[in-house]
């Protein structure tokens, strides 16, 4: 075969040769094109799997990261707070969690604690347990009570605090922007009120003590727990004529037009979140409403806070920190007649404690916490 090559004339070796350098060409060309190469820019987050796989239009819309990202074919995909962890005995604080449905029409939920050795709570009667509705954080768009971090919370402050909780599952924006989550935790609050009075939930009827309720919350949580005290105190009141006790709110989320106090004034921030607010209430409510700048209210409005003790507390290196000082300030000049309490950790980024629980500051913070829920 070889000496039959070596005859072929000069024109025929370099047709053979074209053909195999064309071949090799061929074999280049199909891996370009059939292999998938690596990407050299940043790809957009990707949507999760379900209803965004089917958006008309994957284009963004509005990126609120690191919590989500809203297309404008009208898919949302959540960057955190999704996993979920089931209610049960927790392993290391003996807490016993369930979970239960308030409204099937809207499927508000809620996720309830009670402490462990009900029997051996030092000296206190089972009726005699604080009752605490409490609101998570999330910046109104991410977090449920089911999330890890909400739930290790909750299960450590309640048997820290020895308190029956009702941690609220209220709907999130975008796909129900603000009121929804207001309305959603003042059902879930008098559903809480009615059922520890003489209502059909045992764990509230038998073990909380009414005249004891108290509110609590982080950020957006806080938020809520805050507007929840102005409508009942705006006449509405709770069912059955419930009061609330008191408040406890965590890094509080409250913000306005002009800075106070050491509050940030770039201007780029500023303007971030006053776009975000329009995000989650759908531009219903301008970043100076009341809503989430309790300082733009009459003192008038804010002598009716339906509580008799507030509990603000601030993290140092939180955005927030400014307008949570003033909150507490502007509530104690008002002429409100309850207490004001204020407790600072600093150092710390907006809601420290969920991120570092075993931390000292975290310790410290939560014994705070369960010592205000808890005492008499």
């Not at 292999?35 to 799997?49: D, E, F, H, I, K």
Request: glycine share 10%.
């Amino acid at each position: 075969m070889v000496s039959k090559i070596k005859r072929l004339p000069t024109l025929a070796k370099v047709a053979l040769l074209l053909l195999v350098l064309l071949l090799l060409l061929a074999a280049i060309l199909l891996l370009i094109f059939l292999v998938p190469r690596r990407r050299t820019s940043p790809l957009p987050p990707a949507a999760p799997p379900g209803p965004a796989d089917n958006c008309s239009d994957r284009a963004v819309a509005f990126d609120f990261s690191p919590f989500l990202v809203q297309y404008r074919g009208g898919c949302v995909h959540r960057m955190d707070g999704t996993a979920r962890v089931p209610a049960g005995v927790d392993a290391a604080t003996g807490v016993v969690s369930k979970d239960v449905v308030i409204d099937h029409g809207t499927g508000l939920g809620a996720r309830m604690y009670l402490p462990p050795k009900l029997a051996a709570g030092g000296g206190k009667k089972e009726k005699d347990l604080p009752v605490v509705v409490f609101f998570h954080g999330g910046a109104f768009v991410i977090m449920t009570p089911f999330e890890p971090k909400y739930h290790d919370y909750l299960n450590a402050l309640v048997a820290k605090a020895r308190v029956v909780a009702v941690s609220v599952d209220y709907r999130l924006a975008p796909e129900h922007p603000l009121p929804a989550a207001y309305d959603d935790s003042w059902a879930a609050l008098n559903w809480a009120a009615r059922n520890a009075g003489a209502g059909p939930e045992p764990w509230l009827r038998d073990r909380g003590n009414l005249s004891r309720l108290f509110l609590a919350g982080d950020s957006a949580g806080a938020n809520i727990a805050h507007n929840m005290l102005m409508r009942a105190g705006n006449g509405r009141g709770l069912e059955g004529g419930a009061a609330i006790l008191g408040v406890l709110l965590l890094d509080p989320y409250f913000w306005g037009k002009r800075p106070v106090g050491a509050e940030t004034t770039d201007p780029a921030t500023r303007r971030r979140y006053e776009e975000t607010w329009s995000f989650v209430c759908g531009g219903r409510y301008g970043i100076d409403d009341p809503l989430i700048n309790p300082l733009a209210a009459p003192a008038s409005a804010l002598r009716r806070l339906a509580c008799a003790r507030v509990a603000v507390t601030t993290s140092g290196l939180d955005n927030f920190e400014a307008r949570g000082e003033a909150y507490a300030a502007a509530l104690n000049g008002s002429g409100w007649g309850g207490e004001v309490v204020r407790y600072e950790t600093a150092g710390e980024r907006h809601v420290y404690f969920l991120d570092q629980p075993a931390s000292p500051k975290s310790a410290k913070e939560l014994a705070f916490a369960a010592a205000y829920l808890s005492r008499e």
